[in-house]
């Protein structure tokens, strides 16, 4: 099926739940007015984190049955590409045998609920996964798992048959750092001074390039979960990890699924070893050719500079607060050692040292 792109054309918009005031009281009353509906009056809701959207843990007293709820920002998702994603999901967990949360519609069949109100918001209830995020002494080995269950994901996208209206927007060049990009513009990151702008332009008119010549052909291109960072990862002992949060989903390249699991952590002095383990297992699965594996740190510069810009554009999510212009500082570094290698970086680019960001 043609997949549609909402924000083709469309304005940026602002990430509503970091506009500070009032705005998370109001979305705890829709979270709360939802799960009403849902049919848990007497439902326990509390807040588990502000991301792109804001996710609830709600725990019934009458049944001690647990299940999570997100509540979608403002201006980001219309309902069908919603829809799309838990298509997507939902087709993953029964055809793949990924392990994702299920989707718990409310009364009347709806997976989508939309709260009513001057601000109408959508809502999506989920099982409650057990498991923790992925931990840092087990990194290496959890990276090749990762690998090969991204490769799972991957080898069902390409043959999966969309269904009719499948929307999902796009993460190529223009619309991560082109001027209208969706998370805002890295040149508005936090601790953007001078030199750090003439950096990391330079970074960007390569990255430009490099993924202009790799370009979008069919074996490198397609629908991702592009977001399998840390954060989006259960795991329980040394078993596979479920994957969770597919609400930036979307058209990709392929090696940026790669990228986005080493979000925050690209200085890491053991992400040569991450990254190797992770082709190993993908490698199990698919294929990987040598030259698109010689690309992986463009995919990594890549996404570290978009997430420079998404630092600047969500101040109220607790990640971004933290880093904020050491973030920016250490994307500079990062900037220097990959074009420092004439661009290319390659996968064996060694990274900055574990104590900077």
Same mark, same amino acid.
């Given at each position: 099926?043609?997949?549609?792109?909402?924000?083709?054309?469309?304005?940026?918009?602002?990430?509503?739940?970091?506009?500070?005031?009032?705005?998370?009281?109001?979305?705890?009353? =829709?979270?709360? =007015?939802?799960?009403?509906?849902?049919?848990?009056?007497?439902?326990?809701?509390?807040?588990?984190?502000?991301?792109?959207?804001?996710?609830?843990?709600?725990? $019934?007293?009458?049944?001690?049955? #647990?299940?999570?709820?997100?509540?979608?920002?403002?201006?980001?998702?219309?309902?069908?590409?919603?829809?799309?994603?838990?298509? /997507?999901?939902?087709?993953?967990?029964?055809?793949?045998? !990924?392990?994702?949360?299920?989707?718990?519609?409310?009364?009347?069949?709806?997976?989508?609920?939309?709260?009513?109100?001057?601000?109408?918001?959508?809502?999506?209830?989920?099982?409650?996964?057990?498991?923790?995020?992925?931990?840092?002494?087990?990194?290496?080995?959890?990276?090749?798992?990762?690998?090969?269950?991204?490769?799972?994901?991957?080898?069902?996208?390409?043959?999966?048959?969309?269904?009719?209206? +499948?929307?999902?927007?796009?993460?190529?060049?223009?619309?991560?750092?082109?001027?209208?990009?969706?998370?805002?513009?890295?040149?508005?990151?936090?601790?953007?001074?001078?030199?750090?702008?003439?950096?990391?332009?330079?970074?960007?008119?390569?990255? #430009?390039?490099?993924?202009?010549?790799?370009?979008?052909?069919?074996? #490198?291109?397609?629908?991702?979960? =592009?977001?399998?960072?840390?954060?989006?990862?259960?795991?329980?002992?040394?078993?596979?990890?479920?994957?969770?949060?597919?609400?930036?989903?979307?058209?990709? /390249?392929?090696?940026?699924?790669?990228?986005?699991?080493?979000?925050? !952590?690209?200085?890491?002095?053991?992400?040569?070893?991450?990254? $190797?383990?992770?082709?190993?297992?993908?490698?199990?699965?698919?294929?990987?050719?040598?030259?698109?594996?010689?690309? !992986?740190?463009?995919?990594?510069?890549?996404?570290?500079?978009?997430?420079?810009? /998404? !630092?600047?554009?969500?101040?109220?999510?607790?990640?971004?607060?933290?880093?904020? =212009?050491?973030?920016?500082?250490?994307?500079?570094?990062?900037?220097?050692? +990959?074009?420092?290698?004439?661009?290319?970086?390659?996968?064996?680019?060694?990274?900055?040292?574990?104590?900077?960001?």
């Amino acid at each position: 099926m043609q997949a549609h792109d909402l924000s083709a054309g469309g304005d940026v918009q602002a990430h509503d739940l970091s506009a500070g005031g009032d705005v998370l009281a109001r979305v705890h009353e =829709a979270a709360r =007015a939802a799960v009403r509906i849902h049919g848990l009056p007497d439902a326990e809701v509390t807040l588990v984190n502000v991301s792109e959207n804001a996710t609830y843990r709600v725990d $019934d007293p009458a049944t001690g049955a #647990r299940s999570i709820l997100r509540v979608h920002r403002l201006g980001y998702h219309a309902t069908p590409a919603i829809l799309s994603e838990l298509a /997507w999901l939902e087709a993953l967990r029964e055809e793949a045998g !990924i392990r994702t949360p299920r989707v718990l519609p409310a009364p009347d069949g709806s997976r989508v609920l939309t709260v009513p109100g001057p601000q109408p918001r959508d809502c999506v209830m989920f099982e409650f996964l057990p498991g923790t995020e992925p931990p840092q002494d087990r990194l290496v080995p959890g990276f090749e798992r990762l690998g090969a269950i991204t490769a799972r994901m991957h080898r069902h996208a390409r043959s999966w048959p969309r269904p009719t209206g +499948f929307t999902r927007f796009h993460w190529d060049y223009d619309a991560a750092l082109g001027a209208r990009s969706r998370w805002g513009r890295w040149q508005d990151g936090v601790g953007m001074d001078p030199q750090a702008r003439a950096v990391l332009e330079r970074l960007d008119g390569e990255l #430009r390039a490099r993924l202009r010549r790799f370009g979008r052909g069919a074996g #490198r291109y397609g629908l991702i979960h =592009a977001d399998l960072r840390l954060a989006n990862l259960l795991v329980v002992g040394d078993g596979p990890p479920s994957v969770i949060d597919f609400d930036d989903c979307g058209f990709g /390249w392929y090696l940026y699924d790669l990228a986005a699991a080493l979000s925050f !952590i690209e200085h890491h002095p053991q992400v040569p070893e991450m990254v $190797d383990s992770w082709v190993r297992g993908y490698r199990t699965v698919l294929d990987l050719p040598a030259e698109d594996e010689a690309e !992986i740190w463009t995919f990594i510069m890549f996404r570290r500079l978009l997430l420079v810009a /998404w !630092i600047g554009t969500h101040t109220g999510v607790d990640i971004a607060a933290e880093l904020g =212009a050491g973030y920016t500082e250490g994307t500079c570094e990062l900037a220097e050692r +990959f074009l420092s290698g004439g661009g290319g970086g390659g996968r064996r680019r060694p990274p900055l040292p574990a104590t900077s960001l």
